[in-house]
């Protein structure tokens, strides 16, 4: 455990959940990151087509991402498979296998978070996540579903309020509340059939204003820290991460 300098997540879930702005908040940078295919050969994104394919999220799963600010995370970027083919599945399914238990230990992932963005929440569970949480196995690599996206819940949350008879001005002062509600409601929906698969996740988080520079992401961390659940790793994400010195203390005085 001791030679593994860099914490490494799998980041999952449907096109447009917002994955790269949630690492570019983690690693605390507005750069994209740089891209190696392993082996530490640069990938360069050399076409203006080649830019949105990743700013949408188009990556080879193999490849790995750095961000400058903070050189300690590898991610590694799923294609969003809602709509994909049965070989785009097993390619996923084949390396959270494979890298779930490697026996080099630094290539090994170390958590996978699985975003499902509430941009959608009329359908926040579909057939193709509960197909992976039903036939992927990640063995002790603990899943933490983030709930993303979730400023979209403002609108919904108008909308119940003004057909509730509030007119606009008691509305808006309600929104922050019923928000939180909706939010609570979906997440105990996600929970619920989620859990009820063979392989559940071990966490949920909901990660907010995400959009935001200097956006908090010490409740992503803290619940990351806690799935993980092997004091080496915990202690490798801990000093990674440098969002907050709050739970750096926190940790210390609990250890």
């Known amino acids: 455990m001791a030679n593994i300098r860099q914490f490494r997540i799998l980041v999952m879930g449907r096109a ?35 830019a949105k394919c990743f700013q949408r999220g188009h990556h080879n799963i193999e490849h790995e ?15 969003g498979f809602e709509a994909g083919s049965a070989r785009q599945f097993d390619e996923m399914k084949n390396f959270v296998v494979d890298r779930a238990v490697t026996t080099s230990l630094k290539k090994r992932i170390h958590a996978i978070w699985f975003c499902i963005p509430m941009t959608d929440y009329h359908r926040t569970v579909t057939a ?20 993303t996206k979730t400023d979209a819940l403002h609108l919904a949350a108008m909308e119940e309020l003004l057909d509730s008879g509030l007119d606009l001005g008691g ?22 059939m989620l859990d009820k698969c063979k392989f559940p996740p071990k966490a949920y988080v909901s990660v907010q204003k995400m959009q935001e520079e200097g956006a908090d992401c010490m ?37």
């Open 16 to 50: 447009n959940a917002g994955k790269t702005t949630i690492l570019q908040r983690v690693c605390n940078t507005t750069d994209n990151p740089e891209i190696t295919d392993g082996k530490g050969n640069k990938v360069f994104i050399a076409t203006e087509v080649e």
């Open 65 to 79: 991402l750095v961000f400058s600010s903070n050189p300690g995370f590898v991610f590694h970027d799923s294609c």
């Open 128 to 147: 193709a996540e509960q197909k992976f949480f039903n036939e992927c196995d990640t063995g002790h690599v603990p899943v933490i579903v983030l709930l």
């Open 171 to 192: 509305a808006k002062q309600k929104a922050a509340e019923k928000e939180r509600e909706l939010l609570e409601r979906w997440l105990a929906h996600i929970k619920g």
């Open 219 to 255: 409740a992503l961390v803290q619940c990351t820290t806690n799935a993980v659940n092997e004091e080496g790793l915990q202690r490798l994400l801990i000093s990674t991460q440098k969002s907050s010195i709050a739970l750096c203390v926190e940790y210390a005085v609990r250890k």
